[in-house]
């Protein structure tokens, strides 16, 4: 009768080991997403196996860079996207990991135009264009849920989404933009990581490419890392933002996380 508890009891023991971090992430897509829906990216949660040296730290690296491996897409990137936009979307998840999460969107959303800045004028090393594609077609898609947490997020996910914002405009997201990132323009003055990230948020925002070539340059002639004067003005502003949106996550001043 008892013939099949012992190894059961042994697989769900090997799905609840690991960092604290992987049995959430592993809780939520269970709850949110059947099997059937689920991409291959989830065996990291659900796989009856855990890696030794996993901490918190190690997990997210190795279960984000399985989802945008090494900042590129592969043909799995798109799929794999699903997991971050349900992970963002849910309270259970701790705010850094939810700004982590849709930080890792803007980027899958962004790859194509920051490698280009990175390399120009030669093709991006390891550029695979139509998973590229695929992966913005998929952020877009997760986009408009996200933006409508909006008013119930902390400020740190509200500057990740404002990136997302930017990044694929619609005639209903750009207009708003502005009043919600007023106040954070309020707190933070000139010079300072978030106060020139939301700046150049809201210059983006106003789609004048005069305005974005200027503001572009101005910023990477002072403190941040420029890219070839002949990158395409969108390239160019995507590889700043997209710096910029990294050392705000970075620190050592972290972005607020409290409501």
């Known amino acids: 009768m008892d013939t099949y508890a012992e190894p059961e009891q042994s697989r769900q023991d090997a799905i609840a080991c690991g960092p604290p971090v992987r049995r959430l992430f592993r809780d939520v897509i269970a709850d949110r997403l059947p099997p059937d ?12 196996g855990s890696d030794p040296f996993w901490d918190e730290r190690t997990f997210l690296g190795d279960f984000y860079n399985e989802i945008l491996h090494q900042d590129t897409c592969r043909p799995g990137t798109a799929d794999g996207l699903l997991l971050l936009a349900h992970l963002a979307a849910d309270d259970r998840v701790p705010a850094r990991q939810r700004f982590e999460a849709v930080h890792l969107l803007f980027r899958a959303a962004t790859v194509a135009e920051r490698r280009l800045a990175e390399s120009w004028p030669v093709t991006p090393k390891d550029a695979d264009p139509d998973s590229e594609a695929l992966a913005r077609v998929a952020v877009r898609a997760h986009t408009p849920g996200l933006l409508t947490r909006w008013p119930d997020e902390c400020p740190a996910v509200r500057l990740a989404l404002a990136g997302l914002a930017v990044v694929l405009p619609t005639e209903r997201t750009l207009p708003a933009l502005t009043p919600r990132l007023q106040g ?5 003055p000139r010079g300072a990581r978030i106060g ?6 809201l210059v983006l925002a106003a789609q004048d490419d005069d305005r974005i070539l200027t503001a572009t340059e101005e910023l990477t002639g002072t403190h941040w890392t420029g890219t070839a004067r002949g990158v395409p003005t969108r390239a160019r502003a995507l590889h700043l933002l997209g710096r910029m949106l990294a050392e705000v996550a970075a620190g050592p001043a972290r972005p607020p996380t409290g409501k």
């Open 37 to 48: 829906r689920r991409p291959p990216q989830a065996a990291m949660l659900f796989g009856a």
């Open 196 to 201: 020139d990230y939301v700046r150049f948020v």
């Open 184 to 188: 954070f323009a309020d707190q933070h």
